[in-house]
């Protein structure tokens, strides 16, 4: 079917309990893994484009990928912008079909990102596109700080309802402890639920949670067997996640687990058959890798048969 409206992808998730996998994409391999993952399943799915995936492939490739195989499918499939940043590109996603954008103006002051958000919403909404935003930050956990500061990072719940009040976005983002990347935690995965769970008392809108690839224990042997160097990585385990879904969370980001997977694949058969030289033979089993990482996510994100 044609591209279904993020929004109300998003608020079915909210009103029935489970959340939808947003998964970024890099090439074709990975929008054809994420698509047919979420079709063996019934699944619906949001496609994520970043700034940099449109450096790299131009939005028309983006968008002209997902839409040709939403039209071919019978699940529920959504267009959205991840992370962008400017004004340029948020008008030339809506022009070029997406079914939502989120403008990142986090890293702003709240009153300046009010204002940016603001005018995006203004943008997005007279062409039927729905909008996602930010509080907070996402630190790594490279970022040597203390428990305060990282406190200090995390959405202000009185200030998340004022700017979705303040704003009209259809969709929100609270920083509650993840970050983005292969290394989220020191030690084991935590996320501030008392927060999360103020945050959608009083914000009452589909939230978002970013940062939230597993980097889990297949995964890492998997890179372990074909040597990709991971030591001290850590993802968001699904217990953590699943939790979180219970307290409001209705999209989950991944974009690093299909990373990894991608890379697993591709060394699996460098390594393993040196005389393959046929891109067909290379990339295969990396889409293979990434649709395994795709269904898991699903599973755990309740989405199974909500296509
Ligand atoms: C994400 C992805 N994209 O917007 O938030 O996060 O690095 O955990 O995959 P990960
Ligand atoms: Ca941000
Ligand atoms: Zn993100």
């Known amino acids: 079917m044609a591209l279904v ?35 063996e399943l019934d699944s619906p799915v949001i496609v994520g484009v970043s700034e940099s995936a449109i450096r790299y492939m131009g939005i028309k490739m983006a968008a002209g990928m997902v839409k040709t195989l939403a039209e071919a499918v019978p699940i529920s499939v959504g267009l959205h912008l991840d992370h962008g940043k400017k004004m340029e590109t ?34 997005a909404h007279s062409a039927g596109v729905s909008v996602e935003a930010e509080l907070g930050k996402l630190p790594g956990p490279e970022d040597d700080i203390s428990i305060e500061e990282r406190e200090a990072f995390l959405v202000n719940p009185e200030e998340a309802e004022k700017f979705v009040d303040q704003t009209g976005i259809d969709f929100f983002a609270p920083a509650i402890g993840t970050s983005h990347g292969a290394f989220k935690f020191k030690a084991k995965s935590k996320l501030d639920f008392e927060r999360l769970r103020l945050v959608k008392e009083k914000t009452q809108v589909p939230l978002v949670l970013h940062g939230a690839s597993s980097v ?77 990482v795709v269904k898991e996510r699903i599973e755990v994100l309740g989405s199974v048969n909500k296509g």
């Open 5 to 39: 409206s993020t929004l109300e992808i998003l608020e079915k998730a909210d009103k029935e309990g489970y959340a939808v996998g947003a998964f970024n994409i890099n090439n074709m391999e990975t929008v054809i893994a994420i698509i047919e993952a979420a079709v």
């Open 216 to 292: 889990n224990k297949k995964l890492l042997g998997a890179a372990e067997k074909y040597g990709l160097e991971l030591s001290g990585a850590r993802g968001l385990c699904s217990e953590v996640l699943k939790k979180a879904i219970k307290k409001g969370i209705n999209k989950v980001n991944t974009d690093t687990d299909l990373r990894i997977a991608f890379t697993v694949g591709i060394r699996s058969v460098l390594l393993q058959e040196p005389s393959v030289f046929d891109p067909r033979k290379i990339m295969g089993p990396a889409m293979d890798f990434m649709k395994d």
């Open 90 to 123: 948020i008008k030339e996603a809506v022009k070029n079909g997406f079914t939502s954008v989120m403008i990142d103006a986090s890293d702003r002051p709240f009153e300046e990102n009010v204002k940016i958000t603001k005018k995006v919403v203004e943008i």
